[in-house]
């Protein structure tokens, strides 16, 4: 079946401007995670849902961030006022139950440049 | 909170040859370890886990060990083929943590394999 997709793959954009990315996961799952990829590093926690819980925002950096997911499917990302310092690979995950050890199934992730 | 350490940050071997990958926890209460490859332009993918109640787990050319008095784990590619180039996360899940399937993940391994 289809896996997790990310909208666009790529974006440029200018420092100051907001930018929005989308997550589709996959049908069913009800656990959804976005990560923050720097180059070269590992994966920061940003952000995670579970079905209509109220999300886990722990690991958003600043306020400038913000996520939602609607109708408990689709999410989107949203940078507002964006710096240079949010250039990343910005990765979507998700998870049948959200519970421990339930295996967590990564789209391809939203590469963000910002100039 | 919990802290994953890995080492080394990059490995180059000798096709055929083996290839260890090792990660510390922080958090003795931690008790899901996932291993996830990412290929170059695609989103991590699951290659294996072991759970804390268990001391080995094989899965055809794949291993993984975790040692919990020492609180650490590792992964072990045997007979290395060219398609196993790329980055390696170890990661690591626990009751402690604020939600309950947040995955804290290890800085990645740039796997190398030399024909």
């Known amino acids: 079946g289809a896996g997790v997709s990310q909208s666009p793959s790529n974006k440029v954009t200018e420092k100051g401007k907001d930018v929005e990315l989308r997550c589709d996961p996959i049908s069913g799952h009800t656990a959804l995670y976005w990560y923050r990829q720097s180059l070269g590093q590992g994966l920061e926690f940003l952000i995670y849902f579970q079905g209509n819980s109220a999300p886990d925002k722990s690991g958003l950096p600043s306020d400038r961030f913000s996520a939602e997911r609607t109708g408990g499917s689709v999410s989107t990302l949203t940078i507002q006022r964006t710096q240079q310092e949010d250039s990343a690979v910005y990765l979507c995950?998700?998870?049948?139950?959200?519970?421990?050890?339930?295996?967590?199934?990564f789209g391809p992730g939203t590469r963000l440049t910002v100039l | 909170g919990e802290n994953v350490e890995q080492h080394p940050s990059t490995l180059s071997v000798q096709e055929g040859d083996s290839a260890v990958i090792k990660c510390t926890y922080s958090?003795?209460?931690?008790?899901?370890f996932p291993w996830y490859k990412q290929e170059l332009g695609k989103g991590p993918q699951l290659i294996i886990d072991?759970?804390?109640?268990?001391g080995e787990k094989k899965d055809q050319r794949i291993a993984v060990t975790l040692n919990k008095t020492a609180k650490h784990f590792s992964l072990h590619i045997t007979e290395t083929q060219p398609e196993d180039s790329a980055v390696y996360f170890c990661?690591?899940?626990?009751?402690?943590?604020?939600?309950?399937?947040?995955?804290?993940f290890g800085s990645g391994t740039r796997l190398s394999i030399r024909p």
């Open positions: 958090d003795s209460a931690s008790n899901y």
């Open positions: 072991i759970r804390s109640n268990v």
């Open positions: 990661a690591a899940s626990g009751p402690g943590y604020s939600s309950a399937s947040k995955i804290i």
């Open positions: 995950a998700s998870s049948y139950t959200g519970q421990r050890g339930d295996t967590q199934y």
